[in-house]
């Protein structure tokens, strides 16, 4: 079984989106996963695996989300920003 930053649950980036409905995004580190959260703890929404294509992460290291909808995601591994503009499907 997988420990420390190889498991699930071991976030390295946390933020909070401004407005009248703030919501948590909290990446992990490994499988490369974004979840997005109430600020009671409901999980709203998963996304995201490891990888190098689009919608893919390796080792989320920073987040920026200027509104609820939109997050800018930097990585490790891949040495790039990603710009995820996220909507109801």
Known sequence: ?????????????????PGPNPVLYSAD???????KLSLEG?????????????KQFGWI???????????FVAELLNWRVQKLVLTRG
């Open 1 to 17: 079984m997988a420990a420390g930053t190889f498991a699930p649950g071991s976030p390295w980036a946390i933020r909070i989106s």
């Open 42 to 54: 409901e999980v709203l929404g998963v996304l995201g695996q490891s990888g190098k294509q689009l």
């Open 61 to 71: 290291h920073q987040m920026a989300c200027p509104s609820e909808n939109v997050l």
């Open 29 to 35: 580190a490994f499988p490369g996963r974004i979840y």
